[in-house]
């Protein structure tokens, strides 16, 4: 019998990590991770801060990244375009859900 060992990371708000490690668990190179944070689509806890940190629910995203260069050959500035859309989609998916419950729990006719 075989024993798989996993290593399990919470993705909070309140954690951070470094580039390097973000490009190792994304599969970008650093590279293209400095060209998404010049594009405002990821940013550093401190922009100043060298090496810079970045909040650990990034990795998330900079996985998406990888995935959708990879499967639709995007270059840096197609990349940072669709993030920036699926961001702001997400954001819009967000505002109608709390639409809904307060239509939901609001006593009929007023939201």
Not at 42 to 54: D, G, K, L
Not at 61 to 73: E, N, P, S, V, Y
Not at 78 to 104: M, P
Request: with cysteine; glycine share 4%; net charge negative.
């Amino acid at each position: 019998m075989t024993t798989q060992v996993t290593e399990t990371v919470w993705l909070n708000e309140h954690q951070v990590c470094r580039i390097d490690y973000l490009a190792e668990v994304s599969g970008l190179s650093i590279a293209e991770i400095e060209d998404l944070v010049d594009s405002g689509v990821i940013v550093p806890v401190t922009p100043a801060a060298q090496p810079p940190a970045f909040q650990l629910h990034y990795v998330v995203i900079l996985k998406t990244a990888r995935r959708l260069r990879d499967d639709f050959q995007l270059d840096n500035h197609g990349l940072a375009l669709a993030l920036n859309l699926l961001q702001r989609i997400e954001t819009l998916e967000q505002q109608l859900s709390d639409v809904h419950a307060r239509a939901r729990h609001a006593p009929s006719g007023k939201i």
